[in-house]
């Protein structure tokens, strides 16, 4: 069983469009994240759930909207997708936040490849 | 301003080469971990130091966690191409609630 799960894996969509993706990790975690990796492989956080609630937000545009119907899902939805969001999107999980010797270990998806044309 | 930088950014070896790949920082952090990732896949750790000077071996991979907790190396030995893809260190503060990522070091193993 995938610890991280990604949906979906390739999104190939037009300027203007709305898009969600979705991530579920069945490791019993307690934080979700979610990062963007850009073309030159720079991984950069944008929004970490902790136990359903937003505990970062990194001054991210308005147009993404994470949202965490429980601990385990931690979905990500985008409006008017523009150019410069193309990349790939990473959500993560561990076990807790706080910087303890495993708690902030995290477990990766495999990434959703985002083009927008 | 990058908080953690690597170096080298890139780095193409022949297969039996041994190699080193730094993390640097101004910053001190709690904790530091490396992870690898191959095309297509999200990345995979392979360790967490947490002590400064503290020193973990991995097969092949040795790293070390510098002594005021603000740098890292990851050295390998005895390169394969097994081990081409893309390192990254990350850093974490004591209850900050999220790691920060070096810019990455892609290394290539050639047979």
């Known amino acids: 069983d995938t610890a991280v799960s990604q949906t979906p894996k390739y999104l190939v969509t037009q300027m203007g469009n709305d898009k969600s993706i979705k991530c579920e990790q069945n490791?019993?975690?307690?934080?979700m994240y979610w990062y963007k990796q850009d073309s030159k492989k720079f991984l950069k956080i944008m929004f970490s759930?902790?136990?359903?609630?937003?505990?970062i937000n990194e001054t991210v545009p308005n147009r993404f909207s994470p949202k965490s119907p429980d601990k385990a899902h931690l979905n990500l939805h985008i409006n008017s997708l523009e150019l410069g969001d193309s990349a790939v999107y990473f959500c993560?999980?561990?076990?807790?936040?706080?910087?303890?010797?495993?708690?902030?270990?995290?477990?990766f998806g495999a990434g959703t490849r985002l083009s927008v044309l | 301003t990058q908080l953690l930088e690597q170096s080298p950014q890139f780095l193409s070896i022949q297969e039996g080469e041994n190699l080193t790949v730094y993390c640097n920082s101004s910053?001190?952090?709690?904790?530091l971990q490396w992870y690898r990732q191959e095309p297509g896949e999200g990345p995979v750790l392979l360790v967490t130091?947490?002590?400064?000077?503290e020193v973990k071996k991995l097969k092949r991979l040795t790293f070390q966690f510098g002594d005021a907790r603000k740098d890292s190396s990851l050295h390998i030995t005895a390169a394969q191409p097994g081990d081409t893809g893309l390192y990254l260190c990350?850093?974490?503060?004591?209850?900050?609630?999220?790691?920060?990522f070096g810019d990455g070091t892609t290394l290539t193993v050639k047979p």
């Open positions: 990350a850093g974490a503060k004591t209850n900050a609630g999220k790691s920060t």
């Open positions: 130091v947490v002590t400064g000077g």
């Open positions: 993560a999980s561990s076990q807790d936040f706080a910087s303890g010797r495993a708690k902030n270990i995290q477990y």
């Open positions: 490791l019993g975690h307690d934080t």
């Open positions: 910053s001190v952090f709690s904790s």
């Open positions: 759930y902790n136990n359903k609630e937003l505990i």
